[in-house]
């Protein structure tokens, strides 16, 4: 072999070696990727997946009028938690929280209640009502609370709503984006803390909040908060939801006149008393009570714990731990210790049968 031969085969021999070098080096690179995992987002307040995390997302709460002349009200059934505390005149009202959803129309919106003031506070919300009892405004001022008013906001933020055909002042509405707007415009979207919820048990069979809920079944729940006023809560097995009846009549929601539907109901027991003028309402929700939690078709005791009016609610088992929710809307009634509560079935216990 002459030197040009042996110069020519020593390079393609090294050209081989190194393209099978690279070759491997590329396919034990592959092999040892590590494998990406998928990460699910799930909504703080009602445990919804969704497609990006939303944790530090505005959270708006809403004064929902409920009396007799402002129903059937709107964006209920995309509500993720709703309240319904009393107030004066032996009504009640509904504060409403928006996160994940964004509502074309919600109202009829009512006026502020320090209760609901300090309820608002503890997910840090920006708080939409319209007007509110001389309590309700210092409330707002005492806990510092973002808040959108409709007595100065009427025209831009909110307005009256003529289709519904609702005699003032229950014809006031608004919508997410225009409250979105506004709390743009009042900078109120900045520095927004992220928002802590309940805790959901996310797995396909719910494995652990059954664990959770025992063997007590409840498929009724009926609530007297005044002796004209009766909120029941019907379960449904094959959609494993709760159907709300105010007064005998289905709760439906005004925009496509849906039933409402709920995944869960918390009861949360607390003193209330006539404080102020018209009637208005004192309720001890600061401190700790006693309550029940109702989803999945059953019922177990809990307890609830609030420090202070900014500090979040806390509601736990008897064991102490923090109560597990189904993925879902979540009714929170409050009511005093000595309303009338129905429960059905009723379970008899071994003393009481005896």
């Known amino acids: 072999m002459n030197k040009t031969k042996l110069i020519t085969t020593l390079l393609l021999s090294f050209t081989l070696c190194a393209c099978s070098s690279n070759g491997a080096s590329e396919s034990s690179n592959k092999v040892n990727e590590p494998v990406k995992e998928e990460i699910h987002y799930y909504a703080p307040l009602s445990g919804i997946e969704t497609e990006k995390n939303i944790s530090k997302e505005p959270v708006f709460a809403v004064m929902i009028d409920n009396h007799p002349d402002a129903t059937p009200q709107s964006g209920l059934n995309d509500a993720e938690i709703i309240y319904e505390f009393k107030a004066e005149g032996e009504y009640t009202r509904f504060m409403a929280l928006f996160m994940k959803n964004h509502v074309d129309v919600l109202g009829p919106v009512r006026s502020a209640r320090p209760y609901f003031v300090d309820t608002a506070k503890e997910y840090d919300a920006i708080y939409a009502h319209w007007g509110g009892s001389d309590a309700g405004y210092m409330e707002i001022e005492t806990v510092g609370?973002?808040?959108?008013?409709?007595?100065?906001?009427?025209?831009?933020?909110y307005y009256r709503n003529k289709e519904v055909k609702k005699k003032r002042p229950h014809d006031g509405y608004t919508s997410y984006d225009l409250l979105y707007s506004a709390a743009k415009d009042f900078n109120y979207l900045e520095d927004l803390k992220e928002v802590k919820g309940f805790k959901f048990d996310t797995s396909e069979n719910l494995d652990t909040l059954n664990l959770q809920m025992g063997d007590s079944p409840a498929t009724k729940l009926s609530l007297d908060f005044f002796k004209h006023y009766n909120m029941t809560f019907e379960y449904n097995?094959?959609?494993?939801?709760?159907?709300?009846?105010?007064n005998g009549e289905n709760v439906i929601d005004e925009r496509d006149g849906s039933n409402v539907s709920a995944k869960n109901i918390i009861l949360e027991f607390a003193k209330s008393s006539i404080t102020g003028p018209k009637d208005t309402l004192t309720i001890e929700h600061i401190g700790s009570g006693n309550g029940k939690l109702f989803t999945q078709g059953k019922v177990i005791d809990i307890t609830w714990e609030k420090p202070s009016k900014k500090e979040k609610t806390i509601f736990k088992t008897t064991n102490g731990e923090e109560i597990i929710l189904a993925p879902g809307l979540t009714f929170i009634e409050v009511l005093d210790p000595t309303d009338n509560v129905l429960i059905e079935p009723v379970i008899q216990t071994q003393e009481s049968a005896s």
């Open 145 to 157: 609370l973002k808040d959108l008013d409709g007595i100065y906001l009427e025209g831009s933020t």
């Open 237 to 246: 097995e094959e959609t494993k939801t709760y159907l709300p009846i105010r």
